[in-house]
Structures are given as structure tokens and as C-alpha cells.
């Protein structure tokens, strides 16, 4: 690899161009572009990326999300009929009920499902609210137990991803941003593969946070101060990827 490139030119030499020029034809992504192409706004990204801005904290506030229809909460409400269960599976109840509140009751006049379920792992009973009505109640409850992958998923951007600002608020523009910062994430983690790097994620993107225009071999670059200790928080990051 040539030395003479600076780190952040070298790192971008592991993307496979070629697919992404492929990919963004098949989509007609560069399709009206006045300014930045797809691969220069990838590039602009990553840089932002790998250079450590602000943090992600407020990623909640800006997507656009539907609203959510199952819900984890307890309400007074009273049972119109019962459904036949499967206790075996872990379900304990599948009702449909009606809120008992005045103003609960005539903001909302429909039947309402309720799931009661017992984790057999934890021995924790739960209830699900849900206005789905079609899906089996075992589905009900293990779309509940997804969204908790969904929370760390969240929790993990909010650790590792850094991101000064959004440029746009909607829903395009926003998971562009994020699964950017996500492929540059990916990328640090194959470049750390392929060089047989023994520092560990976090390292290399601490060392490319300050470093991304020396122009020093990557492999030599990301390699740790052997005579200096590991950050001590690492312990405290999610680990997505471990090579």
C-alpha cells in the first residue's frame, strides 16, 4: 500500500468501490445530485465518522417513527371475553378488554387485546397491550421480546456512533446518516481483520480519531503503544463485532 496516502485514504482503499458503484446504479442514487455524489458523501460521512464528532444522543427525537402498536404497561380496564391458550407455551391469558376509565374509555372505545405471558427463563410475568388482533399470541410476545434488541441496538449507536448533526430530519435523510456511520463502524472492524490487528475495535478508532491525515502505513498506524495500557472503559462498551 502506498505510504504517501494519508490513514483515511488508505482505510477507504478496503471499501469495494466497484459493488458500491454498482449498487447506487441499481438504485439510481446519484439520480438529480447537484453536489455530492453517493460515494463522496459516503466518504464526507465517514470522515465525520472516524474523526469522533458530537455524540449521538438525541437519535430518538429524530426518526419519524410510526406509533407503536404493542405495548408493555399496566391499565384498568375490564375483560370483554377470553381466548383458548396454550399454558405450555408460556401464555397465560389472550383477553380482549375495554378501558374502565371515562376519558380512557372515550378516547378510546375499541377493544384492546391483552396478552399475559411467564417468561419461563426468568419465571417474570408479563402483559402486553396490543390492538393487533390477527397474529397468535406467542407471535404477540416474541415481537415484545425483540424490541429489546431494538433498545440495545439504540444503546449501542448512542456508544459507539458519533455524529455532530443531522443536515435533514426526514426519514431518507436520517437513516442515510446513521447507516453511514454504521458501514464506517463495519469498515474499521474488516480493516482490523484483514491487517491481523491485535488492538482491539475501540483502540483503532481512537488512534484513527487523531491520525486520519498521517500519512504512516495503517497497518503500523493501528497498532497500539505497547508501553501504554488499554483504555479502561473498553470494558464498558457493547461489542458489536469481535475479531
Not at 18 to 31: L, Q
Not at 127 to 141: D, E, G, M, Q
Not at 193 to 209: G, M, N, P, R, V
Request: aromatic share 12%; net charge positive; charged share 25%.
Amino acid at each position: 500500500m502506498n505510504v504517501g496516502k494519508t490513514l483515511f485514504a488508505q482505510v477507504m482503499e478496503f471499501v469495494p468501490w466497484k459493488t458500491f458503484g454498482r449498487i447506487v446504479e441499481r438504485h439510481k442514487g446519484d439520480a438529480g445530485v447537484r453536489t455530492l455524489g453517493c460515494a463522496d458523501l459516503f466518504r464526507v460521512m465517514a470522515f465525520a465518522q472516524l474523526t469522533w464528532r458530537e455524540s449521538l444522543r438525541d437519535i430518538e427525537a429524530c426518526l419519524a417513527a410510526n406509533q407503536a402498536k404493542l405495548f408493555h404497561m399496566g391499565l384498568k380496564a375490564r375483560r370483554v371475553y377470553s381466548a383458548p391458550t396454550d399454558r405450555a407455551g408460556g401464555v397465560i391469558c389472550d383477553q380482549r378488554i375495554m378501558f374502565n376509565g371515562f376519558y380512557s374509555a372515550k378516547n378510546y372505545p375499541e377493544h384492546l387485546r391483552r396478552v399475559r405471558f411467564k417468561d419461563p427463563e426468568s419465571g417474570k410475568t408479563l402483559v402486553f397491550l396490543t390492538n393487533n388482533t390477527s397474529l397468535p399470541a406467542s407471535t404477540i410476545t416474541a415481537l415484545y421480546k425483540s424490541r429489546w434488541q431494538v433498545e440495545l441496538f439504540f444503546k449501542w449507536i448512542k456508544q459507539h456512533l458519533r455524529i455532530k448533526r443531522f443536515p435533514g430530519t426526514s426519514e431518507n435523510a436520517v437513516k442515510t446518516q446513521v447507516w453511514c456511520a454504521i458501514a464506517t463502524y463495519v469498515l474499521i472492524a474488516i480493516v482490523k481483520k484483514e491487517l491481523h490487528l491485535d488492538a482491539s475495535l475501540y483502540t483503532c478508532l481512537q488512534i484513527l480519531s487523531v491520525s486520519v491525515f498521517e500519512k504512516t502505513e495503517v497497518s503500523c498506524a493501528l497498532q497500539p503503544d505497547r508501553s501504554r495500557p488499554e483504555p479502561t472503559d473498553i470494558a464498558n462498551q457493547l461489542i458489536l463485532f469481535d475479531f
